[in-house]
């Protein structure tokens, strides 16, 4: 899967250059990020003055000026990646076809390894790969930010701890995935296992649809059963960790406001430094959870490369053997 792309000379300007690009692309959106949250805590103390209608409007054009080039390089970072990520499955499409065709030997759910095992990699890839990258440069971002702001903070139990904010951001995310890693235990055993019976009940039906003699009502029942037992335990699950996604992503939302609360109510605080404060919280807390928030996405992309994997070994296995023979 990585060899196919970084290590062939004829794809090596879209790896090695398309990921630079990606890189720098990603690092500018968070950038442009960086500078909107300094934005929100300017724009919300003038709201909070409500006298100076001058401010007001410049703060609309200095957004203008933040939200127009973040809306186009987000659009062009979607573009690209996905021309990214087809470029890496055309090249282990390509490295598979070879091996595939040559070898005498079956090969369970070859077909679909090819063909869709390699799109549901590429297209995970593009969302979760580019996604993880971006969470780890805006807490490159983010920290210092959150980090200062964490003087605001006059809540008692808080009060001489530097960086305070970015530590409950830190244990929350942290007990979090713990928690998620328990409710969703079992979610890549049975995105796995769905592939197979998906395997295997579409492969009878195309046998079934080229010679008729293979439509065995009792053979479809059966496997359809069994595909229907599968998807009504993954629903189970997904319901579970559904719930528990939910219930963490709005007590994170409304955390950083009673953090902070106590300090405005007192006039320690502006509106502006408070709403600073959550977005930069947000962002943080986000990019730590990151795993929370894909969690499901995750499951089902290392089912594929579980199965790519198996798909690889078993076409080496088989190469091996006619050498020997």
């Not at 996604?131 to 008692?156: E, Q």
């Not at 439509?215 to 960790?241: C, D, K, P, Q, V």
């Amino acid at each position: 899967m990585l060899k196919s792309f970084f290590w062939n000379k004829e794809w090596a300007l879209w790896a090695w250059g398309g990921l630079f690009l990606l890189i720098a692309v990603t690092w500018l959106q968070v950038h442009l990020t960086v500078l909107l949250n300094t934005w929100y805590g300017q724009f919300y103390d003038i709201l909070q003055k409500a006298n100076d209608i001058k401010a007001f409007w410049q703060s609309m054009i200095d957004f203008c000026y933040i939200a127009i080039p973040y809306i186009f390089i987000a659009m062009f970072s979607f573009y690209f990646a996905q021309h990214y990520s087809f470029r890496w499955r055309q090249a282990i499409t390509y490295h598979y076809l070879p091996h595939w065709e040559t070898t005498p030997h079956s090969i369970e759910g070859a077909s679909q390894r090819i063909q869709h095992d390699t799109y549901e990699f590429a297209k995970h890839l593009e969302s979760l790969g580019l996604g993880l990258f971006r969470a780890i440069l805006t807490l490159i971002a983010f920290i210092p930010i959150l980090w200062s702001l964490s003087d605001k903070v006059s809540l008692p139990f808080l009060n001489g701890i530097d960086g305070s904010l970015v530590w409950i951001a830190l244990l929350t995310s942290v007990g979090g995935i713990l928690i998620s890693y328990v409710v969703g235990i079992k979610l890549p055993g049975l995105e796995y296992n769905n592939q197979k019976v998906e395997a295997a009940y579409r492969k009878q039906l195309v046998y079934s649809e080229d010679d008729k003699t293979y439509a065995n009502m009792i053979s479809l029942t059966e496997l359809f059963t069994g595909l229907r037992i599968n998807y009504f335990r993954m629903f189970n699950h997904y319901s579970y960790f559904t719930l528990w996604s939910s219930l963490y992503g709005q007590v994170m939302i409304i955390l950083p406001y009673l953090l902070m609360a106590p300090s405005l109510f007192t006039g320690a605080v502006t509106l502006g430094i408070v709403t600073q404060t959550g977005n930069a919280f947000g962002k943080v807390n986000d990019s730590f959870s990151y795993l929370i928030d894909r969690w499901t996405d995750i499951t089902k992309f290392i089912s594929v490369i579980k199965r790519l994997h198996e798909f690889e070994k078993h076409l080496i296995h088989k190469t091996f053997v006619e050498k020997i023979d």
